[in-house]
Structure formats: structure tokens, C-alpha cells
């Protein structure tokens, strides 16, 4: 089944065609990798799947319904959550209010109840309390929930912020550079954990990356975005020996 | 229910008893000069105003300063129902509030689609046209304003301001406050968790508005008098001190300010040209020694007295 079909996407800046004619097909459970060299438009594109952009022409259709031109919020509703290329956590917050937040959504109670503290504030509480317990220790952070997000090392920021976009309880989750800034034995933890979140959540996946160890051994398929426009796509097997793609990434062979 | 009559809501609910009752004995006996009960009533009512400016400026990160004018549109209001139309006390003060509320949604829909300081600027001015508009209503007295029966007493403001700074602190700590925190903390990834940033940036504005026309209502029906000038920008701007001299995000930083504040400018109201190069001083002061406020975004809390780790736990239910 498809979750998820981009057709004929468009976005202009001006006078720039970040993105020109994009089709993206991706069917439920797969693991896609979007890559391409920087200023592609990649995370043009998250930003289109997530209303933070709209889209000059084209439509983005989840689960059979066009969603582009809705707003952020009602786009995450639908069930499309998402992780920044830089971090945007609540870094005031603590950890666990993080993934609170992120669960604001699915809440049972009512701002009355809550200024009047009926019975279903505090089991709406004991809920979210439990639900977000329950997912920090999925990511090994169930220690550091009292912590300041912002003190937190770099690479438990990032897992934070997987951890935030699961809460929201996602069909298709989209990870921009989970890995940047990650030394080797992160991003294996990383990729290990990729894969463990997608079977335990039943999760579509969408990632953006760089670090090609971690493309090739995830995922199931890779799209090549250069200058907007999709150049390749395939197994990870074909990519690598993909010409145009090698082009895009090195440039052009030397007669 | 087992949750209200937690030890710590004991605790606060037996401070909150026992300052009440000490200023009623000074009051019935006579023993509390009347410069103090005025300052008390007025403290009371400037925790309100403090408070409910927190929850827009320090809990949703939005930079208004016209809560003046929601001030005297819920003054305004009170005052007509029981001066003019002989209504009862309650009633006048639901008019208030509820006026104000509304008023709140209505100048908060087209304004919060600014930011910071364009917010600031558009408030600000809302704040002076609802001014303008009373000094030009003759049916409430114009410039010469409107005299009102004085029948708050200590009790009425002192009850008012529990209840009030409690519905806004039950407000902040429910998921409804963590999504205006949140959109304060960083808008864009509030929207990415599913979180109607409009929607909670008006309803955090309404709240407070609500609130500064209960203590608008509160202010009328006690100062005999109210005026159009009494609510200009410099009023906004005493409050909004008040908040920053409490720590922005910070309840009980609010209330201590607004209680600093209010009787700085009691001792000061004998050099009156002199308060506001003080109080300026003080800020200047302030700023540089301890730029956050008094409490940052802290909170005072009594968790010292539960067990550690479970901040959420008991930090619940005032």
C-alpha cells in the first residue's frame, strides 16, 4: 500500500526552482533514503512535506489525501513527524517535558479541567507521564529525564529528539541528518536503533543523510536529489555505481 | 480528590490562611493604618495584573505591553454594571473579567500574527486607543472619570487574587501551559509536534486579559474614582516591570515582584518626582546584578520538603 505519493512537486524562491518536478513514491514499512550534495533541496522537501513550505504546484498525497498547503500542526495530526537538521529541542525544558509536548496532542483532558483540577487532569497526567517514561526508555534516556535538554551531550540531543517525534505517534517519520555531528560508534548505535524503532513502531521512514555507512546499510532505497531534481534511484547497491550519481557527488570524468 | 489535600497544598493553603487572617485582625481592630490596607488591596490587585501578564509574556514568550488597556476595560465595565446600572458586586466583576476576556481574543487574533518587537508596539498602542475611546465616552464621564461605590474590602481582593494566581498556575502546569511554553521555547518545532500555535497564543492571551479585567473590576468598585489616565502606558509599563523584576516564566517570581514593587512605590510616594528615577534605578540594578530576575524562570516551590526526583509529582495543584 502506498503511504506516501509526491507528484510533479514544485517549489520556487524567486526566480530559484529549489525543487522541480518531484515524484516520491514510498509504500508502508519501506526505510527511503533521500541523499544528494548540499543545497540539493532536500530539506526543501521535508519542509514541503511538513507545511512548513507550501508548495508552488504539485501534491503531496498521505494515505490517499492531499496534504499539501495544510499547516505544520495539522500536518503532524495526520501523522507525519519529523526530526530538524539543527536541533530544535525546548532547551529550557526538561527531557521528559520534551516528550510531554510532543504528546499535547493525543491529551484527554480540557484546559477547564486542568484549571479546575477535575479527575481527568491527573489521569491524563498519570498517562502522558507513564507514555513519555515509556519512550525515554526505548532511548535509553529514562536517567537524564529531570535534565535540561540543552545539557544534554549532542548525540542524546539527537536521540531526544527522535524520542519527541515518536511521541507524537507517527505513521511516517522524517529524519533530517540524524547522524550529523556523531562519531562512528554513535551512528552505529544510531543505525541499530533505526532499525529497532521502525519494527517496534511499525514506522515508514524517511531519512536525509550524509553519512553514507549509515544510508547504505539501512536503507531499502535511496533517491539522489541534485539541484532539485531527482537524478537517481535505486537499491543501495545500484546507486553506488550509479554514473550520474558519482557525477553529481565528484563531477565529471577527465577525458 | 485524594490530589488536592497533598501535604504541600496544605502547607500553601495554611500560609494563604494565615496572612489572611493576620491582616483581617489588624483591619477589624483598627490596628492596620489605612495607607497599608490601601497598598494591601492594591498589592492584591497587582499580583493579578503581574500574574496574568506572565502567563502572555513569560509563558508563551509573547511581548505585550497594553495589559493596561485590558485593565480598564474590565474597570470600565465593572464600574458601569454596579455605579450605573446598580448590579451587584460578583456580577460587575464577571462583567469585567468576561469583557475583557473577549476583548483579549478579539485584539489578540490579528496581532499575534506579529513577533516581538511588533507585537510590542502594536499592544502598546491598542493599549492607549481603548484609553482614547473611554476619555471620549461621556456616558462613563469622559476625562473626568467615573465614580464608583467602594465595596471591594480585604477579604473580596485578597480571595479574588488565591483564586486567580491559582487558576493560572493550574493553567501553566497542565499540557495546555507546556504547548504555551513550548511555542515560547521555539515556535517551529511546537507546529512540528502538532501544537496550534495561534490557537494557544490567543487562548494564553485570553486567559490573561480575563484576568487583567478581574483586577480592573477589583481596582474600580475599591478606588471611589476611576480614571482614563489611571490606565495609560506607563500603568502597562509598572506591570511589566513587575514581571521582569520577577523573573519572565516565573509565577511566584510575579507575585514578588508585584508585592516589591507596589510597596517601593508606597515608601517612595512622598518624593513623588523622585519614585520613578528610583524604581529606575532599581531595574538598572537589577540587570546588571541579576539580569534573569529574581527568579529566573524559576519557580518557589516547598519540594524541598518531598522526596527527590519527583519535581512533576508534587509541583501539581497549588
Redesign the interface.
Known amino acids: 500500500m502506498t503511504l506516501l505519493k509526491i507528484n510533479n512537486l514544485s517549489k520556487s524562491f524567486g526566480g530559484l526552482k529549489a525543487v522541480s518536478k518531484l515524484n516520491i513514491n514510498i509504500e508502508k514499512g519501506e526505510l527511503i533514503g533521500l541523499i544528494g550534495p548540499n543545497g540539493a533541496g532536500k530539506t526543501t522537501i521535508f519542509n514541503l512535506l ?1 507545511g ?1 513550505y507550501v508548495p508552488t504546484e504539485g501534491e503531496i498525497l498521505f494515505e490517499e489525501k492531499n496534504i499539501a498547503g495544510l ?3 495539522q500536518v ?2 495526520r501523522g507525519i ?2 526530526t ?1 537538521q539543527n536541533i ?6 526538561s527531557v ?2 520534551n516528550v ?6 493525543h ?1 484527554k ?1 480540557s ?1 477547564l479541567s ?4 477535575m ?1 481527568s ?2 489521569k ?2 498519570d498517562e ?2 507513564a507514555k513519555s517514561k515509556e519512550l525515554l526508555k526505548i532511548f535509553n534516556l529514562q536517567g537524564q529525564a ?1 535534565e535540561i535538554a540543552k545539557n544534554l551531550p549532542y548525540g542524546e540531543q539527537r536521540r531526544l529528539e527522535i524520542a ?2 515518536l ?2 505517534d507517527p505513521k511516517l517519520l522524517l529524519l533530517d541528518e540524524p547522524a550529523a555531528g556523531m562519531n562512528p560508534q554513535e551512528t552505529q548505535e544510531l543505525t541499530n536503533l533505526i532499525r529497532f524503532i521502525r519494527e517496534k513502531f511499525q514506522l515508514t521512514v524517511l531519512l536525509i543523510e550524509h553519512d553514507m555507512s549509515l544510508v547504505m546499510q539501512v536503507c531499502e532505497r535511496i533517491y539522489v536529489l541534485d539541484y532539485g531534481m531527482i537524478i537517481a534511484e535505486g537499491v543501495p547497491k545500484e546507486i553506488k555505481s550509479n554514473p550520474k550519481v558519482i557525477e553529481a557527488y565528484l563531477g565529471e570524468e577527465v577525458d | 480528590m485524594k490530589h488536592w489535600f497533598q501535604t504541600k497544598n496544605m502547607i500553601v493553603l495554611f500560609g494563604v490562611v494565615l496572612i489572611y487572617g493576620i491582616v483581617q485582625l489588624l483591619n477589624l481592630n483598627d490596628i492596620m493604618p489605612p495607607f497599608f490596607q490601601l497598598n494591601l488591596i492594591l498589592a492584591c490587585v497587582y499580583i493579578i495584573m503581574a500574574a496574568s501578564l506572565n502567563l502572555i509574556n513569560g509563558i508563551t514568550g509573547q511581548f505585550s505591553i497594553g495589559h493596561a488597556g485590558f485593565m480598564s476595560i474590565g474597570a470600565y465595565t465593572s464600574a458601569i454594571v454596579t455605579a450605573k446600572l446598580g448590579g451587584p458586586l460578583y456580577l460587575a466583576l464577571i462583567a469585567g473579567a468576561l469583557s475583557a476576556g473577549i476583548a483579549g481574543v478579539l485584539i489578540g487574533l490579528p496581532t499575534l500574527r506579529l513577533k516581538g518587537d511588533y507585537l510590542a508596539i502594536a499592544t502598546l498602542g491598542l493599549g492607549e486607543i481603548v484609553r482614547v475611546i473611554f476619555m471620549n465616552i461621556d456616558y462613563v464621564g469622559g476625562a473626568s472619570g467615573l465614580s464608583v461605590p467602594s465595596t471591594i474590602n480585604w477579604t473580596w481582593a485578597f480571595s479574588l487574587m488565591v483564586i486567580s494566581v491559582i487558576a493560572i498556575h493550574n493553567f501553566t502546569t497542565s499540557t495546555h501551559g507546556r504547548a504555551c511554553i513550548s511555542i515560547r521555547e521555539n515556535e517551529i518545532a511546537a507546529e512540528a509536534m502538532g501544537i496550534n500555535s495561534t490557537k494557544y497564543k490567543v487562548l494564553a492571551f485570553a486567559i490573561g486579559s480575563m484576568f487583567a479585567g478581574l483586577a480592573g473590576g477589583i481596582y474600580a468598585n475599591y478606588m471611589y474614582l476611576i480614571h482614563p489616565l489611571t490606565f495609560n502606558f506607563l500603568k502597562s509599563f509598572d506591570i511589566l516591570v513587575m514581571v521582569v523584576l520577577g523573573g519572565l516564566g516565573s509565577l511566584t517570581g510575579s507575585i514578588i515582584g508585584a508585592i516589591v514593587m507596589t510597596f517601593t512605590s508606597a515608601l517612595l510616594s512622598g518624593l513623588s518626582e523622585w519614585r520613578l528615577v528610583i524604581t529606575a534605578v532599581l531595574m538598572v540594578v537589577l540587570m546588571i546584578f541579576r539580569p534573569i530576575g529574581i527568579m529566573g524562570t524559576k519557580e518557589f516551590s516547598l519540594n524541598f520538603l518531598g522526596k527527590k526526583g519527583e519535581r512533576n509529582d508534587s509541583s501539581q495543584n497549588k
Not at chain 1, 100 to 105: C, E, F, V, Y
Not at chain 1, 114 to 117: D, L, M, S, T, V
Request: aromatic share 16%; charged share 25%.
Open positions: 511538513t512548513v499547516k505544520p500542526y503532524t495530526h513527524a519529523r530538524f530544535r529541542l525546548f532547551g529550557d525544558l521528559i517535558d510531554k509536548i510532543a504528546l499535547h496532542q491529551a483532558y484546559t486542568a484549571i479546575f483540577r479527575p487532569y491527573y491524563g497526567e502522558m507521564e529531570q519527541r517525534a511521541a507524537t
